[in-house]
């Protein structure tokens, strides 16, 4: 494990723990507060975050984003991050070798936000961060607690996009945690 950000993010500079790494343009690390009271975990980067470098800039991104001003959030107030780094072709869901590839990377961003809250966006995140029994429809907008962090599982934005139904979950679940958020800052 690594002690700083600087040590951590050195450490995946050139990463090819896994296929994934044959196919990228950027390496998609994670951005925002890295004090962070709140984390988010999505499952990986799409095109346009591999172009940027960046996590969930693209149109999910957007939804997340609009989602975040609808519950009164900055996204600057979070730390966002991945399974995986590296962008899976044709955006396909992480392969669980890939998975566990990456998985030391964000386990070392945790220990370093030191988060209260962390929101699993989708089953891959879900599955991948508390276990393969879950499953995200019978799991999302329920809390969570294991060693003392509290976790929402929810949809992931890019779902949203295929199903607006969904919307309506999402935003509840958000202000579950904004609740809760709350509550734990003014601890």
Not at 18 to 26: A, E, H, P, S, T
Not at 161 to 177: A, G, M, N, Q, S
């Amino acid at each position: 494990m690594f002690e700083t950000w600087e040590e951590l993010e050195n450490s995946i500079v050139d990463c090819n723990k896994c296929k994934l790494y044959k196919g990228r343009q950027n390496i998609v690390f994670g951005t925002g507060n890295k004090n962070a009271d709140l984390m988010l975990i999505g499952e990986g980067p799409g095109a346009d975050e591999d172009r940027l470098g960046e996590p969930f800039v693209g149109r999910a991104g957007k939804i997340m984003n609009l989602a975040f001003q609808t519950i009164g959030l900055k996204r600057e107030e979070v730390y966002i991050a991945n399974i995986v780094k590296c962008r899976p072709p044709n955006n396909r869901n992480p392969e669980q070798d890939e998975a566990d590839s990456c998985m030391n990377y964000l386990r070392n961003q945790v220990i370093l936000v030191k988060p209260k809250i962390i929101i699993l966006l989708g089953s891959v995140a879900l599955k991948n961060i508390l276990g393969q029994e879950y499953g995200i429809t019978s799991s999302r907008g329920k809390w969570i607690e294991k060693k003392g962090i509290k976790y929402m599982p929810t949809w992931h934005p890019a779902a949203l996009l295929r199903d607006e139904t969904k919307k309506i979950d999402f935003i509840k679940d958000l202000k579950l945690v904004m609740e809760e958020y709350k509550k734990e800052s003014s601890d």
